[in-house]
């Protein structure tokens, strides 16, 4: 047993050294930096319109990035997992997550105890079902809210060009969109309205909630309001081109999930087939895997199977995964 802990310290101690390795290596280029600082220089001593409204914008950018990386993780753990379970719009709270992980975790480590009789084997396959599959169930349930809202958020832009075509203020149509669109939409836009009415700025209630949601297409609203602000101009129109292009983003993220659904198939599949010949092997035959639990050769081996396995599928998520 001593020898089968030392190769799992060796075994963690060399991917501990390649993630530290990917870190080093995977830092700022030196061409974009100096691309950067060229374009600064540019924005700062030009005379141009669009020079001008282009630097207002990223330095709205960057003014918000810190509230946002704030609230992304870098405070406490307990405040990130949190925001997920409130990202949800399901109304789970943290100690019903805390009280399911930790039901499943134990159940499933009492049964793979009393299947197999291996304690390491018994407490890792408890640990990961315990923490992977609520994990899971939150980021589907964001996914699935994401999706909705962003489908929708053009059509509440438009809502807002028609009311401030017609003559309201914005505050009035955030009202009108809050009540009038379903969904998370609506939701969302009746907290923002809420906060005005209890003595927020619109722009703090805007940011309340986009450091909430943490949406690029929320914080291209919020940051076209606080721009249009500053530098004056027809915020109608703004909004309309910004419902367009919205509207043009969601379609090409549609071609990208089609082009890359063969890829993501293959992946899937290829990433499964271990588990499933695995099982369907240990279920018609226990006797012929039964020292895979007890011999340390087998663990060593499987242990080094699933490393690999588990390089492989972040190496084909990474190349089907498209950022637009």
Known sequence: MGNTIQLILMAGGMMAAMVLGYAALSGPSASKESGRRLQSVRFRHSDSAVDKVEAQYRKTVAARKPRAGKIAGSGSRMEALELRLHRTGKGWTLSQYLYVSGGLALAV???????TGAPLLSLVAGLFVGIGLPHFIVGRAIGKRVENFTTRLPDALDLLVRGLRSGLPVTETLGVVASELPGPVGEEFKLVTDRIKVGRTMEEALQDTADRLNMPEFNFFCITLAIQRETGGNLAETLSNLSDVLRKRAQMKLKVKAMSSESKASAYIVGSLPFIVFALIYTIN???????????????????????LGIGSFIMAKMVNFEI
């Open 109 to 115: 480590l009492l049964l793979v105890f009393l299947k």
């Open 286 to 308: 226990p006797a012929y895997l039964s020292k895979f639990f007890v011999d340390e050769r087998l663990i060593i081996a499987g242990l080094g199977g699933l490393t690999w």
